[in-house]
Nanobody
Framework: VELVESGGGLVRPGASLRLSCAAS????????MGWFRQAPGKEREFVAT????????FFADSVKGRFSISRDNVRNTMSLQMNSLSPEDTGVYYC????????????????????WGQGTQVTVSS
């Protein structure tokens, strides 16, 4: 099983970026997937999650209204659209997926995910 993130980069404040996560090795349609990030010197934190069907999503307060999440269960991919980026959004962004459903449609805990990508760097700086 492999999760591979892409789409990170260096952007100015106020810009947008779209991150993608490509999954292989199994289908993740039935389980939740999510995005986490880790800023330098800080712990990894929850950003957003989407339910297996794609019908439910949940966001950290810090990104609510600016970020959106989507998934394509046919292509086994997930995306994070990030708008109005600020320097506080800088960090390594990780894609994560559950091995099996735990009954929580939109889990936001690190320990609720079993598979992780290698991360993609997002830097927001003027």
């Amino acid at each position: 099983v492999e999760l591979v993130e892409s789409g990170g980069g260096l952007v100015r404040p106020g810009a947008s970026l779209r991150l993608s996560c490509a999954a292989s090795g199994r289908t993740f349609g039935p389980v939740a997937m999510g995005w986490f990030r880790q800023a330098p010197g800080k712990e990894r934190e929850f950003v957003a999650t989407i339910s297996g069907s794609g019908g439910f999503s949940f966001f950290a307060d810090s990104v609510k209204g600016r970020f959106s999440i989507s998934r394509d269960n046919v292509r086994n991919t997930m995306s994070l659209q990030m708008n109005s980026l600020s320097p506080e959004d800088t960090g390594v962004y990780y894609c994560a997926a559950q091995e099996r459903s735990t009954g929580v449609a939109t889990p936001d805990g690190i320990d609720e995910y079993d598979y992780w990508g290698q991360g993609t760097q997002v830097t927001v700086s003027s």
